[in-house]
């Protein structure tokens, strides 16, 4: 195990080094922010033997989270809810804020030991992050004065305020981790949602069930350290589910560009072509191709035909409408389901993406789309015919050219093109 540690955390292994600058930087600042912080709040550190018991409880129960769960696999690329928030909020109750920020410091090697599938500089920064996050809400938490925020219980009314204190301390702690997440992430991708990222609901609702755990499992531990041990099951059982839920999501997803799949747009699409032949609406299928694509793996390499994959996934996910379905083909082809579209107004659309796209460029790589629209008006034909002649009318774009839209409307379905 030593030796597979060190081929996986030896610097000169990282992915890091390839990042852009701007990131490798950024990510740097909050590393060296973190052992800052730390080293300041250890300083003023009274050690005490109660104090290290609790902060030995919470390793242990971050450890067995982590072990527990640590063979199901995570898909590369997609944000990991590891459920690890809920003993690092806790923290900030129990322990002073030096330990709450040596927590995640100690268990992000373990994690990186343990857990094979993930980019390690990733995980040693999200540790770090943790460690200022939720550090930060110790800080907060013990500035309070004692009457507040102390566990010598009183009445039932101060119970009642140092929850609500707990609580309030613990979701700005997960208010600055993401903040500090998604920077990194619209740092290295500039193209990213910061909406979809900070305001995604399903990372909203997983923070608020380990907020809601860590307020809980917070109070009988203000007891007894050991009283942690009960909540282990419950945090198990809920780091599962979560990872159940992100892994039924993501095998709907293409990962490289974060547009539906092949097989689950082909699903969905079906689901509008039936639709709209019930009610006799229009609908039209797109099917965008990117310009010798090939050229650009082989003279600038995979990376960068991923970044030109991504950068033009991105681009018709935010031209196009809430409503329309947008999928990764196969290779370099992308694929939209344009329901109540007429076909001037899908001739539009395409048009649009094609000027867009146009405009985009990677480096020394000039990115453009050829498209085909088939338009079936009466929606008469199913699915695999409007493909069939979306993709007639892609290969007359590419026989005119590229860079240009072509359309089939309502026709019989030509042969499909080779």
């Given at each position: ?37 730390l ?47 809920v003993?690092?909020i ?70 009642i ?23 990194a ?94 009610i ?70 395409a ?35 409007l ?25 019989s ?6």
């Open positions: 195990m030593i030796t597979d540690l060190w081929r996986r955390c030896s610097p000169a292994a990282w992915e890091f080094w390839r990042l852009p600058a701007r990131v490798r930087y950024y990510i740097l600042a909050v590393h060296a922010a973190a052992f800052a912080a080293a300041v709040a250890l300083v003023d550190t009274r050690w005490q033997a109660r104090d290290l018991g609790v902060l030995a409880a919470l390793v242990v129960c971050g450890s067995v989270t982590i072990e527990v769960t640590r063979r199901v696999r995570v898909v590369y690329g997609t944000v990991s809810y590891d459920m690890q928030a003993w690092f806790a923290a900030a109750a129990l322990c002073p804020p030096s330990y709450a920020m040596l927590l995640p410091l100690v268990l992000t090697p373990y994690r990186v030991a343990r857990m094979s599938h993930g980019v390690t500089f990733r995980r040693v920064f999200s540790g770090s992050a943790c460690a200022l996050a939720f550090g930060g809400a110790a800080v907060l938490f013990a500035l309070f004065p004692g009457t507040l925020d102390g566990t010598t219980w009183r009445s039932g009314t101060h119970v305020v140092w929850l609500a204190l707990l609580a309030a301390c613990g979701a700005a702690g997960l208010v600055v981790n993401n903040a500090l997440i998604v920077t992430i619209k740092l290295s991708d500039p193209a990213a949602s910061i909406r979809k990222h900070a305001f995604d609901r399903e990372g909203a609702v997983t923070d608020l069930c380990q907020l809601s755990l860590a307020v809980l499992i917070a109070l009988p531990a203000a007891f007894s350290p050991f009283l942690l041990v009960g909540a282990l099951p419950v945090v198990i059982v809920m780091r599962r589910f979560m990872m159940h839920a992100q892994l039924v999501t993501a095998a709907r997803i293409d990962s490289k560009t974060g547009l539906l799949n092949a097989a689950t747009w082909q699903h969905e699409a079906g689901v509008e072509v039936s639709r709209a032949a019930r006799g609406s229009p609908l039209a299928v797109m099917i965008a191709d990117i310009d010798h694509f090939k050229a650009v793996n082989d003279q600038h390499g995979h990376v960068a035909g991923d970044t030109v994959l991504a950068l033009v996934a991105a681009t018709m996910a935010a031209l196009l409408r809430d409503y329309d379905l947008l999928g990764r083909f196969g290779g370099e082809e992308f694929i939209v389901c344009l329901p109540h579209t007429e076909p001037e107004q899908a001739f539009q659309i048009e649009r993406l094609r000027g867009k796209i146009s405009q985009i460029s990677s480096g020394s790589i000039q990115v453009t789309i050829s498209v085909g629209v088939a338009s079936l008006e009466s929606s008469r034909y199913g699915l695999d015919e493909i069939l002649a979306a993709d007639a009318a892609l290969y007359r774009a590419k026989g005119d050219g590229r860079n240009c839209v072509r359309i089939t409307r309502d026709a379905v030509p042969r499909k093109a080779s």
